[in-house]
């Protein structure tokens, strides 16, 4: 649906996925109603009759709470952006046509034995992704848009500069990331460009309308917020953790429990506070990277860093490299012994002929003595 109504409505909002999920949830309600938003307010009318209505419809009672308030409350913003400002009795009443907020889905935050075991058979990629996500707390939606050179590799630990045009909170905020996170990171940086250049060839030589990949795309990660939940979800069938929720048919570790494992954990041993602002959520940020500076919030994240980390004793990449390492030790001692077991092979072979030869001179000798007697 085009609308100029809703084109200026939505440039109100700096977050790129409020934009998205407002217009979903303003424009669903114009369908139902089967009017024009360009024209809809031309004339004065009971505005609550339509709205009540479309509340009571079989498809908005069929979301969940949590999905439904938030469809409301899109609709109500639209609604007062057009100077049409309902009372405050009659917006409870919208709301109580769904009881609860929360979400209908009963997720669950996975163990650390549980995330071992996903990310032991993931890519350099999906290590490097999920970890990244894992120990900085940030949103999807986030970190499928930083960019390469918003990572900070030079501080301890490793920071990376969230652009306020990419927060839900429209906040420029810092994250932090563990050191075991970041050697995948660099690893994945090493190969981030190969990876680029392949998808964008086996994109082009597929037909249809699909989204083109540019080999130009300076995002950390480049690639939609949609694939980091579909990565996951094929990590998870593939140790048998693919379990959904029997009431919504949604799976119940999905990308955001990477988020949840974080707060959970650092919860456990930081200031709530602390954890709260590392998160970037609204109602603690106010004032809060006035209380505490960029160094102070680095050296509460490095105290706790460890309570983080999936893998049991030091980073996997060292342990990585020092396997390679010895493996190419071995190989070298392997070599040496070929090498002396060859010479002492030759030096068996040259005393056998020398045998040999022996042996021919003595018969010789020996004949001639018997043929005399």
Known sequence: MKSKRIDRFLMEFA????????????????????????????KKKDYGIDILQYLQSDKMQAYAPKTFHNILDSILSFFEYQDVVFAKKEKQRFHRFKKGKRAITKDKIPSK???????????????????????????????????????DFDSKPTRIYISEKF??????????????????????????????KQTAKRIDNQ???????????????????????SMLVRLLKAVDMDSRDKRTNRHIYHS???????????KSEMPEVIVE???????????????????????????????LQIFDSGAPMERVEKLEQNGKHKDSEIGELRDKTKSQDELIQALMKRLDSAEKHWVRQIKPKKEKD
Request: hydrophobic share 30%; charged share 30%.
């Open 15 to 42: 977050s790129k996925s409020t934009r998205r999920n407002y217009k979903w949830g303003v424009v669903n309600f114009f369908e139902f109603v089967d009017k024009n938003p360009d024209t809809y307010f031309n």
């Open 113 to 151: 034995n549980e995330l071992r075991l996903i990310l032991s058979n993931a890519s350099l990629k999906s290590k490097a992704l999920y970890l990244t996500m894992l120990s900085s707390g940030m949103r999807r939606g986030e970190i499928t848009q930083i960019a390469v050179n918003d990572v």
């Open 167 to 196: 927060t839900k909170t429209g906040e420029e905020r810092i994250a932090f990331v563990s050191d075991e996170a970041t050697e995948y990171l660099k690893e994945w940086i090493k190969q981030r460009d190969k990876y680029l």
């Open 207 to 229: 037909e249809g309308p699909i989204n083109k990949k540019s080999v130009d795309d300076n995002r950390l990660f480049p690639f939609d917020s949609c694939q980091v939940q």
């Open 256 to 266: 955001h429990c990477f988020r949840k494992y974080f707060s959970t954990k650092l």
């Open 277 to 307: 602002t590392l998160l970037g959520h609204t109602g603690y940020l106010e004032g809060a990277y006035e209380r505490f500076t960029e160094e102070e919030l680095a050296e509460h994240y490095t105290k706790h860093m460890s309570i």
